[in-house]
């Protein structure tokens, strides 16, 4: 029985440790993926959102250009979001 441990409770305190660390980690990580997880479901809510708000008028092909023109505006915003969230999920703290 160690001095640190009068009651044996908790094992060796190396191990405690050990232990506590790869669980800080993996709480870390699981931060890491729900942040984004949230990057992506805002890109995606941020691109529905503009299309939605898009008030189509003439006849198919004149639509679909002005889609196009809002996508060039809104997709490469939506993107950026994701490559944050990649890139916040790949790098370790």
Not at 39 to 68: C, S
């Amino acid at each position: 029985m160690s001095s640190e441990d009068p009651f044996g409770l908790f094992g060796d305190p190396e191990e405690l440790r050990r232990r506590m660390t790869e669980f800080a980690e993996q709480m870390q990580g699981a931060q890491k993926v729900a942040w984004a997880d949230n990057a992506i479901k805002l890109a995606v809510d941020m691109t529905v959102a503009g299309i939605n708000r898009l008030n189509l008028q003439g006849n198919a092909d004149q639509q679909a250009d002005e889609i196009r023109r809002a996508m060039g505006s809104l997709f490469p915003e939506a993107v950026a979001l994701v490559r944050e969230a990649r890139e916040g999920f790949g790098t370790s703290s």
